[in-house]
């Protein structure tokens, strides 16, 4: 079922830890209604990126969430959070098109080198950008670290 023209329901629901341990993650209706809002977030970033998107992870029901140790207030909960993608864009550049947009967002956060978290949400958006790397934590900004100048850097 396609959400909007390039988005579809089952890739911003499909979770490989959901299937092999038989976890519900299904959502409801209002869950439903972010999603819908989330994947029209998502064109528009395919369309600023002028590529396909690729969503390694968006609806977590709670107990999915759990399991996979999402934070406790994660917005992938309510279906209003994506990790996303761009072939042939490092996670960097795909951030940082995204802070220099007009995009209204709550969270942008560079998971450095793997991926781009993108957090929607219904009340007044932070457009709060940080940059995580295992064993730095948090940081305020988008952060250019060295091992990020890879080929895939376009
Ligand atoms: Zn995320």
Do not use: C
Request: hydrophobic letters at 40%.
């Amino acid at each position: 079922m396609n959400l909007t023209p390039y988005f579809t329901l089952g890739e911003l629901t499909v979770s490989e830890t959901a299937s092999r341990r038989g976890i519900d993650n299904t959502p409801d209706a209002a869950v439903m209604s972010n999603l819908k809002r989330l994947a029209e977030f998502l064109e528009k970033v395919r369309a600023l990126a002028k590529r396909p998107v690729v969503v390694s992870s968006g609806y977590r029901s709670p107990e999915l969430n759990k399991a996979i140790g999402g934070s406790e207030r994660s917005a992938h909960m309510s279906g209003l959070a994506a990790d996303i993608n761009v072939p042939g864009l490092a996670p960097y550049r795909l951030a940082s098109l995204i802070a220099e947009s007009d995009l209204v967002f709550d969270q942008l956060i560079l998971e450095f080198d793997s991926w781009v978290h993108v957090g929607l949400t219904v009340a007044d958006p932070r457009r709060e950008i940080l940059t995580i790397r295992k064993g730095t934590g948090y940081r305020s900004g988008l952060i250019l670290f060295a091992s990020d100048r890879g080929p895939s850097v376009v």
